[in-house]
């Protein structure tokens, strides 16, 4: 018996799966790159690289699950990473820019601030974050879009603070939020309305968060899709099973 047929796990495909792991960690440096524009204070650089972390966590899963990142290398959690990942780009650097970006009073800021960081791990935790019909349940943390908004749309100090602590909230109340890539449900409408989203942030980037306002409407639209989609009750029979 020769010691190729002896190892289950050909070298190609480990080094095919810990590369997926490495591209999913390159979202940390993302965050570390929009961390420093964010301590410049260039907002629209900031989410840029902020949209380049989304980008990766978009794809990846479905890189991992191709790959079979589990069964290949059991050794490291893809989820783990991902999760250690994701506070980094979806929490920390968004709650630096609400305590830096002058969005409102600095001790309203602190204590917005806070309440992203706390709420988000213990989100983060909960081990019944998906449902079983792959929804999110409760608000998924995803707070780098919401302070995308809070730059994009002019608001009062006092109304940020309050979309912060009704986010907060919802964290932890059994509400679904869809996964834009996982549900069945409005699948190829959902993933076509995630394409406009995405087209129209990056030209507000370009734009430096002042696009023209059929951008931010439409930012807004596709806003409010996402957010209503999972308190809508599906009709009953509407589409089989796995459609």
């Not at 995630?194 to 023209?212: G, I, N, Q, S, Y």
Request: glycine residues 6%; positive net charge.
């Amino acid at each position: 018996m020769t010691t190729k047929s002896l190892s289950p796990r050909p070298a190609g495909r480990r080094t095919l799966a810990f590369a997926v792991h490495i591209f999913t960690a390159s979202g940390a440096v993302c965050g570390l790159m929009a961390l420093m524009a964010a301590v410049e204070g260039h907002w629209s650089i900031m989410f840029a690289w902020l949209g380049l972390a989304l980008f990766v966590d978009g794809i990846d899963g479905t890189m991992a699950r191709r790959a079979k990142v589990v069964e290949v290398l059991p050794r490291w959690s893809g989820d783990t990473l991902d999760l250690v990942v994701d506070y980094l780009t979806y929490c920390l650097v968004p709650a630096f820019a609400v305590a830096s970006g002058g969005l409102m009073p600095f001790w309203l800021a602190m204590i917005s601030s806070a309440a992203i960081l706390l709420t988000s791990a213990l989100y983060f935790a909960d081990t019944s974050m998906k449902t079983d019909d792959l929804y999110f349940q409760g608000f998924p943390a995803v707070w780098n879009v919401v302070v995308f908004y809070f730059f994009l749309v002019p608001l009062s100090p006092w109304a940020i603070a309050g979309i912060i602590a009704v986010l907060s909230v919802l964290t932890f109340l059994p509400i679904k939020f869809v996964h834009p890539f996982r549900v069945v449900r409005l699948r190829l409408v959902t993933l076509a309305l995630l394409a406009l989203w995405a087209v129209l942030a990056m030209v507000a980037v370009v734009e430096d968060m002042r696009p023209d306002l059929w951008v931010t409407v439409g930012l807004c639209a596709c806003a409010a899709y996402f957010t209503l989609f999972g308190v809508i009750p599906a009709r009953r029979g509407a589409a089989p099973p796995g459609a």
